[in-house]
Nanobody
Framework: QVQLVESGGGLVQAGGSLRLSCAAS????????MGWFRQAPGKEREFVAT????????YYADYALGRVTISRDNVKNTVDLQMNSLKPEDTAVYYC???????????????WGQGTQVTVSS
């Protein structure tokens, strides 16, 4: 079992930045691809970014390209999501997840955190 705990969410003005962090416990995440997803009120959960087990490959949702950077530290057992130029439409609960394969599909992810709220004011 992998337990995931997100942190770093909060209230930020449009144009600002936030860095989300996901701390894993129970197992090393070095064998897992890690992803970030988000869910806004009344909307389905959607993919944000994913990173391969080694960190050598990353993949982003189109809306995240150029504004978001995913990174990982397998020694610290953490995954971060740096978000810049935030927009009100980025307001959502952000979730960290672990998968056995490198994928943008939430169905492929086996372990999920409880989420952290990001609110972007206009």
């Amino acid at each position: 079992q992998v337990q995931l705990v997100e942190s770093g969410g909060g209230l930020v003005q449009a144009g600002g930045s936030l860095r989300l962090s996901c701390a894993a416990s129970g197992r090393t995440i070095s064998n897992y691809a890690m992803g970030w997803f988000r869910q806004a009120p009344g909307k389905e959960r959607e993919f944000v970014a994913t990173i391969s087990w080694s960190g050598g490959s990353t993949y982003y949702a189109d809306y995240a390209l150029g504004r978001v950077t995913i990174s990982r530290d397998n020694v610290k057992n953490t995954v971060d999501l740096q978000m810049n130029s935030l927009k009100p439409e980025d307001t959502a609960v952000y979730y960290c997840a672990a998968a056995s394969i490198f994928s943008s599909s939430s169905d492929r992810y086996d372990y999920w955190g409880q989420g952290t709220q990001v609110t972007v004011s206009s």
